[in-house]
Each structure stands twice: as structure tokens, then as C-alpha cells.
């Protein structure tokens, strides 16, 4: 069996894990159409990602280079442009690429994963790849081979869409084939190339009952790194269930104890769907988790979700693997779709117990974030293409890809420093006692968890001023959900007008952040009570603002759409030319001003037209309540603005706060439409007959203060605001009662 010696990048054990990095570049196929997420996310086009890649301080990239994209139609008409071009600014960079050539994918379309000639094929690319490129020194010609051969041939989900096991195995056989064959081309270019082979980390758990199943799952998930390293003899516990259930051959599986090819360093990928846990009592979880093997009916689902007491982390998982191969490990995809904090938590906690594997003596190389992009529709296993996005350490829903507080925990490890971030205090929701999915939590006897791992940063909290509004109680409702530690406060406790009470207050909690809800809201009251109007819309946030510059703490205070005087048609961008029509307006035109001459890293965040499930008085609660009493309801056809629903409002403050965001941002769901417009709307999807709704001018309501004609506004930085249609569909569903306000944010992360 020969070795080579070495890994992508050099680490002593000694010292501390190296940070890698990957982009996301599924290219997959579903029956005729490919998905390719380097077309989504929109690198095939950005040279300068490389750049932002760099400034993270990464020494080596999980890089594509991949064979449906340069060579669709075979190696001698390859375009090797986009290739060139990335492969030598890497290099140029000082960062290390291991190249990829096919990631989760099936071949160009003269072949797939159960073509007999699609190892031969691979490896013919394969060795162009290495001819080109005789320098690159990292390979992982396959992504995850048992992986994708469960969801092509096992459960259908990709292509050539199989069902059985014997198409598995075909699957599997080819990939780890293709792998041998393309490692044994590319080192005839280059003999010191390194194989990292990737594979999903997961294991499962049960019942007692169950055992069986489980321990089939955890045997077979090692299977692909099995073959490679030549291991899968007829004492292999999966043979007879290869040769007999698989229809494999003896020849084929011994080709692979003749041509061994174990991994330089063996990569795992971790996310929190890869612990699972199996049980057969379906009655305690809800049906789409229920399923079976033919043998028993069980549920199947996210030990995280079920289980009583979390599980051990990633070490005990790095150990098992260490003590199988007892081969140089990485994790090489650490990515969570959830919210900014519980994203940064999950990155930390991977780290740390990629540390403590290496302390108890496994030698763990480097851990890798991905993707650096984030990725597309994963979320439907990458089958339609519905635009579901989940940002990485960088986001793509702004004009450029803009950092994110996972790029500065990024920067913070590659220098050898612990990550500092206030919000790495509270637990991930994989650790929180509102995580189940199911009636009744299990707790597995027998089964020695390890300790929850140390939480690092400090236990300061957030200060939340305006306990009484709408927008400082769904702050703090919101923030209970994704475990952020806070103190809501009340103006008794704090005048926020006044920088004695203001001092004491910090210098009581000592904060890491300031987050405003409170002002005087009264548009028309404001009118003939400027003087109150201004001091605690102006005064108030201008004091907070220069309290926290003076500490190094952040801040964040709203604003409004009034600061506009509504003489355009199309929706008002940040830089556009304030000039509010009334003293509300104004007192919030003086008061962005103030706070930004005071604090540059301030927040302002300026939105509009409030609904929430939450609050039983906004606009389209009392719009459908009335007309379901079949009373008049008046809503003007002459103002047009931009609806807010207050949850995604909230959520997507927070994440700009932990990310340290700062300046202006306009925050709405978009969609412009005029007040009758939108309770017409409310009322359709509510199946409610609008028959008493009366639209109007605004001249009718008499109101003190002028309005602008047109309000609508729109976020030059960036949509990170759900469309109108889906925060309408969330709020029906939290006002239906389909899901409690916990599950639904629960769900969210």
C-alpha cells in the first residue's frame, strides 16, 4: 500500500489547525436540467472574490475546476480561460487550490455515474487538469462520492435518479473507480499530489430496537474511504450485503484491495443534518419524518431535534474516524443555514473540537468554512432552483459581496486569536432547550455524551430601549428565540434624552450594543408637541449615539420614510435628497444627522407602515378584523408605501448588528403599493370579503400633519427583506396558529 506522504498544506501537530476555505460549485443534474451554483452565486464572473478570499487569511481553497464546466464536450475542446485565470491568481495570492473536478456532479452528458467507461472518462480529465497545472500539488477529484451516490441511485433525487441498491453500488463503484484512476494520471504529472477526499461525518443513533439499522448506517457511511484505502474484504461487515443486496462482484470490489489508494488527508463535512437519529415511535414525531426499511416503520430525524441531551460535538466524531484510518483528517465543510449569531457559534464550536481532537492525538490538519459564498436551494437538495439563499462568511444579497461577522471570526483564527464576538456567549439552537421537533425530547441510556463545550466571549448584553413599543418588545421576543442575551428597558430606567441616566445604565450592564425602539410616534400629535417630538426623537438617539462611540459599542436606531417629501415615483434609495413634509419627518431627518456626526459605525435603519403578528393594533390586523365584522374600513388610494412585516425587520437588524453593518439602510418587503391596495391584499389571501372596504383620499382623513404622495423605499445595499408575498404568507401562518411564534423562528434558523 503506498502513502504519500504530506497534506495540502504543512501543519505540525503541535500547533493549531490551519483555515481553509471553499466556494460552493455544485454542478448537478436533475433528469435534463444542471443546476450550477458558480453561475448563482455568481463567482464564474468575479475575479476579485479571490481578493476578499485572500483577506481572510485562508492558507489553501477548496477550489473547482470542473469537468462539465471546462470540457462539456470532451477534453480536446476544453476552454481552459476561466481556469487559467483563477488557478494562477491563486497562486500569485500564496493560496494553496485543491482542486476539485466533479462536486456532487455526473459527468458531461456523454456519460454518467453508471457509464462503465465513466472512471476512464474522469481520469483522461483528470490528467489534462494535471498537465495544465503541474504545480497544483491537491486533488479531490470526486466530492463526497457515497454521498452522491445515495441521492443518484438510492433515493432519486439526482441524476440518473435511481432507486435501488444496485444502482448505489454502481454509483459508488465508478466514483471511488474514477478517484483511483484520476489520482494514478495526475501523479504520473505530478508524484507528489495529494488525494483529500471528502466525505459527510455523519452517524446515527437510536432505540434499542433499532440498533441494527444504526449500526448499518454508521458501517455504511464509511464505505467510499473504505474502498479507497482497500479495506472492503469479504471480513468487511458490508460485503455480503454488497455482493447479495448490491449485486456487486467479487472482482470489482477486490480491484479496489489490488489498487489501493488511501487519502493524504481524509476531509469530513459536518453540518447539523448529518447526526441523525431513528425511532420507532412514530407517535412522538410529526409525519414527515416517518418512514422505514421494510423491517420497521421509524421516524428519521436530526438527533439535534430529538434528542434530550446534544450530542458530543464533532471530536468524538473526529476520533472514530482517527482511530479507523489513522490518517491525516480536515474538516472540510463547516456551514449552518441559520441565523448570523448561531452561524458564528457553529464555526467556533467546529474549531474548538477540531482542537481538542488534535490534543487527544488525532492529527487534524485544517478546519474549512464554506462556502465563502454561501450557497443556493439547498434547502430542496439542490432539485429547483427557487432562489433560497444562505450567506456565508460573505453575502451576496448586497451590490458587492459584503463581509459578515463569520469573515471577521474567519480573520481572528487565522491570526491564532480566540473569536471575541459578544453574541459566541450564548448557546446555538442546537444547544437550546427549544429545539425539538418532536412531543416529547429522548434521552438515550447508556449513551455518555460529552460536556456542552465552553462557550468563549463575553456575557455582556444588548440594551433595548422602548419596552412599550411594538418594535422593543418584538426585539426582545426575537432575541429570547435566537438565545442573544438582553436587558429591555423602560424610560423610568433609563431616559435615553438624558447622558447621566444614559452613563449609568451602561456603566450598570456594560453592553456591547444599543438598539433604539423608543420615540415619539404620534405623526400628527407631533404637530403641536414638537419640542417633546425632538427631544426624544433627535435628542434621545443623538445622546445614545455618542455614549456608545465613546465606549466602542455599537448602535443601531430607526428611522423613517417621512424624512422624504414624496415627490417621485419610484421607490427612495439611501442616498437620495432628504426633505420631510412634517415635524415627525423632520425630527427624524435631524436625528440620523446627529447620531452619524456623533457615531460613523452607527445603524440607521429607516423603514415604514408596520405589520406584525404580534401587534393586534397595525394596519392590516385591525384592516381585516374590521371587515370580518362586516364594518367600513377606510384606507387611502393616494399614499403609496412600502409594508414592513416587523419579524424579518428584526431578524435582519440583528444580523446586520452582529456583522457590525454601519450608515444608512432602507429595511421594507418592498412592493409599492398604496394603503387600500395593501388591505385589499390582506383581505384576498384572508378569503375575507372586501366588500366594505372603502378606498379613499387621504384629504378625507383630516390628518394634521402632510403626508408625502409617494414614500415607497428600496435598499441600494442589498435585499436582505423578504418579498411582500412571503412576509404576508408568514404572518397568515402565525395569525392561522398553523405554527406557534417559537417554531416558526425556530424553523427560520
Known amino acids: ?76 475542446k476544453a476552454d481552459w480561460t476561466w481556469a487559467d485565470e483563477r488557478l494562477n491568481y491563486l497562486r500569485k495570492l500564496g493560496i494553496n487550490p485543491i482542486v476539485g473536478l466533479v462536486h456532487h456532479g455526473s459527468g458531461p452528458r456523454d456519460t454518467s455515474l ?33 454521498t452522491t451516490a445515495r441521492f443518484s441511485g438510492l433515493y432519486g433525487v439526482w441524476y440518473p435518479h435511481g432507486r435501488d441498491e444496485p444502482t448505489f453500488k454502481t454509483a459508488l463503484v465508478n466514483q471511488c473507480r474514477a478517484t483511483v484512476l484520476s489520482m494514478r494520471a495526475i501523479r504520473k504529472v505530478n508524484p507528489q499530489a495529494r488525494l483529500v477526499q471528502t466525505e459527510d461525518l455523519g452517524k446515527t443513533y437510536s432505540t434499542p430496537a433499532l440498533s441494527y439499522q444504526a449500526y448499518f448506517n454508521n458501517q455504511l457511511r464509511w464505505l467510499a474511504n473504505d474502498l479507497l484505502c482497500g479495506m472492503v474484504t469479504p471480513e468487511h461487515y458490508l460485503w455480503d450485503w454488497l455482493v447479495d443486496r448490491c449485486k456487486a462482484s467479487e472482482e470489482e470490489l477486490f480491484w479496489f484491495c489490488e489498487n489501493p489508494c488511501p487519502p493524504d488527508v481524509l476531509g469530513m463535512n459536518h453540518y447539523i443534518t448529518s447526526e441523525r437519529f431513528i425511532d420507532e415511535n412514530l407517535a412522538n414525531y410529526p409525519k414527515q419524518f416517518h418512514g422505514g426499511n421494510g423491517r420497521h416503520q421509524y421516524a ?109 471570526v474567519m480573520r481572528e483564527l487565522a491570526e491564532g486569536r480566540e473569536p471575541a464576538h459578544p453574541v459566541l456567549s450564548g448557546p446555538g439552537w442546537w444547544r437550546r432547550q427549544d429545539r425539538f421537533l418532536c412531543s416529547t425530547p429522548v434521552a438515550l441510556r447508556g449513551v455518555n455524551f460529552e460536556e456542552r463545550p465552553r462557550l468563549n466571549g463575553s456575557p455582556a448584553p444588548l440594551l433595548i430601549t422602548g419596552s412599550t413599543g411594538t418594535l422593543g418588545q418584538a426585539f426582545a421576543r426575537v432575541c429570547e428565540l435566537r438565545g442573544i442575551r438582553y436587558k429591555l428597558l423602560n424610560r423610568q430606567q433609563m431616559d435615553i434624552a438624558d447622558i447621566n441616566s444614559v452613563e449609568r445604565v451602561v456603566a450598570e450592564y456594560e453592553p456591547w450594543a444599543i438598539i433604539n425602539t423608543a420615540g415619539y410616534v404620534r405623526v400628527d400629535d407631533a404637530e403641536r408637541d414638537a419640542e417633546r417630538c425632538f427631544r426624544e426623537n433627535t435628542l434621545g438617539p443623538n445622546v445614545l449615539a455618542e455614549v456608545c462611540a465613546r465606549h466602542g459599542m455599537q448602535f443601531i436606531t430607526f428611522s423613517t420614510d417621512l424624512v422624504f417629501n414624496g415627490q417621485r415615483d419610484a421607490p427612495y434609495v439611501e442616498n437620495d435628497e432628504i426633505g420631510p413634509l412634517n415635524i415627525y419627518g423632520r425630527s427624524k431627518a435631524e436625528s440620523e444627522y446627529g447620531v452619524l456626526s456623533r457615531h460613523s459605525d452607527a445603524l440607521v435603519v429607516r423603514t415604514s407602515s408596520f405589520f406584525g403578528p404580534w401587534d393586534q393594533y397595525n394596519f392590516i390586523t385591525v384592516a381585516l378584523n374590521t371587515l370580518k365584522e362586516g364594518k367600513p374600513f377606510r384606507a387611502a388610494n393616494d399614499l403609496t408605501v ?88 408568514n404572518y397568515f401562518r402565525h395569525m392561522g396558529d398553523i405554527r406557534t411564534s417559537r417554531n416558526f423562528f425556530h424553523d427560520a434558523a
Not at 333 to 349: F, G, K, N, T
Not at 656 to 685: C, F, K, V
Open 1 to 76: 500500500m503506498t502513502q504519500h506522504s504530506g497534506s495540502a498544506s504543512s501543519c505540525t501537530l503541535a500547533g493549531r489547525p490551519e483555515l481553509w476555505g471553499g466556494v460552493e460549485c455544485t454542478y448537478n443534474r436533475v433528469h435534463d436540467q444542471y443546476f450550477n451554483q458558480l453561475e448563482s452565486n455568481g463567482h464564474a464572473l468575479r475575479l476579485d472574490d479571490l481578493d476578499r478570499f485572500a483577506g481572510l487569511g485562508i492558507k489553501a481553497i477548496r477550489y473547482p475546476i470542473l469537468w462539465e464546466q471546462t470540457a462539456p464536450d470532451g477534453v480536446e
Open 114 to 146: 453508471v457509464d462503465p467507461q465513466f472512471p476512464e472518462k474522469l481520469a483522461n480529465y483528470a490528467a489534462a487538469v494535471a498537465e495544465r497545472y503541474p504545480w497544483v500539488n491537491a486533488y479531490t477529484p470526486i466530492n463526497e462520492p457515497l
Open 300 to 408: 428519521d430525524i436530526e438527533a439535534a431535534r430529538s434528542l434530550s441531551t446534544p450530542t458530543g460535538g464533532i471530536k468524538p466524531l473526529l476520533m472514530e474516524a482517527w482511530k479507523r484510518y489513522q490518517l491525516p483528517l480536515a474538516i472540510t465543510e463547516v456551514h449552518i443555514d441559520a441565523h448570523r449569531e448561531d452561524q458564528i457559534r457553529w464555526l467556533a464550536e467546529i474549531w474548538g473540537g477540531a482542537c481538542k481532537a488534535r490534543d487527544a492525538g488525532a492529527d487534524v490538519r485544517a478546519v474549512t468554512v464554506w462556502s465563502l459564498l454561501g450557497t443556493y436551494d439547498w434547502n430542496s437538495l439542490v432539485t429547483v432552483c427557487q432562489g433560497y439563499y444562505e450567506p456565508g462568511p460573505f453575502d451576496l444579497r448586497s451590490e458587492e459581496p459584503r463581509p459578515t461577522a463569520i469573515a471577521q
Open 642 to 729: 412600502s409594508p414592513t412585516y416587523v419579524p424579518d425587520l428584526v431578524n435582519v437588524c440583528l444580523d446586520l448588528l452582529i456583522d457590525r453593518a454601519s450608515g444608512i439602510w432602507h429595511l421594507t418587503n418592498g412592493s409599492p403599493l398604496t394603503w387600500s391596495e395593501l388591505a385589499m391584499q390582506a383581505a384576498e389571501r384572508a378569503q375575507i370579503d372586501p366588500y366594505t372596504l372603502q378606498a379613499c383620499s387621504s384629504q378625507e382623513f383630516n390628518f394634521l400633519a402632510a403626508r408625502p404622495r409617494y414614500s415607497a423605499l428600496h435598499c441600494s445595499k442589498g435585499s436582505l427583506m423578504p418579498s411582500l408575498d412571503m412576509a404576508l404568507d
